[in-house]
T-cell receptor
């Protein structure tokens, strides 16, 4: 069975600074996807960034980038130039590839507070 | 285009009652998944439907059931409600339900059991 672990329940960062959120996962699969989702107080889960396991290059989306270490089963999220609107709960998630289902397995989340 | 819409936004029930939650996917999306998010935890997968067929089921009791309609909208039904069923229920849609397509989530239904 796959598991996703986020060891930082809460983090705080000053506006304009950089912060890194940690995520580790456990799987015996070779074909899978990893995601970071953001959930602001409005409740809607928003996709931040996605990484295919077979791609060695780390995914980047504007101020968001990941450090994907496949051998270590680590998938951290770096937020550069933090903005007040980045304040939210961040979830790391795993999806097995190649199957007929797109079931996501989520971690317990990291609450990020961006301070002015 | 409208995103994933869920109704109602908030619901209060008592133990033993049943509840029906509704989800309309993004236009053109044929796969709908349901997740339960208990306060302070990450979402847990309940069901996935594609083309009206169940594609996946999470570790939830038989009190939980779902279905998908010809227009690809979906209902989640929960019978004999327990206090532990209090949670945010999220619906997500994707074009075909395969892993190479991102899922789009709705705002959720907050279910409170008294």
């Amino acid at each position: 069975a796959q598991t996703v672990t986020q060891s930082q329940p809460e983090m705080s960062v000053q506006e304009a600074e950089t912060v890194t959120l940690s995520c580790t996962y456990d799987t015996s699969e070779n074909n899978y996807y990893l995601f970071w989702y953001k959930q602001p107080p409005s409740r809607q889960m928003i996709l931040v960034i996605r990484q295919e396991a077979y791609k060695q290059q780390n995914a980047t989306e504007n101020r968001f980038s990941v450090n994907f270490q496949k051998a270590a089963k680590s998938f951290s999220l770096k937020i550069s130039d933090s903005q007040l609107g980045d304040t939210a709960m961040y979830f790391c998630a795993f999806m097995k590839g190649g199957g007929a289902t797109n079931k996501l397995i989520f971690g317990t989340g990291t609450l990020l507070a961006v301070q002015p | 285009d409208a995103g994933v819409t869920q109704s109602p936004t908030h619901l209060i029930k008592t133990r033993g009652q049943h509840v029906t939650l509704r989800c309309s996917p993004i236009s053109g999306h044929k796969s709908v998944s349901w997740y339960q998010q208990v306060l302070g935890q990450g979402p847990q997968f309940i069901f996935q439907y594609y083309e009206k067929e169940e594609r996946g089921r999470g570790n939830f009791p038989d009190r939980f059931s779902a279905r998908q309609f010809p227009n690809y909208s979906s209902e989640l039904n929960v019978n004999a409600l327990l206090l532990g069923d209090s949670a945010l229920y999220l619906c997500a849609s994707s074009p075909t339900g395969m892993g190479n397509q991102p899922q789009h989530f709705g705002d959720g239904t907050r279910l409170s059991i008294l």
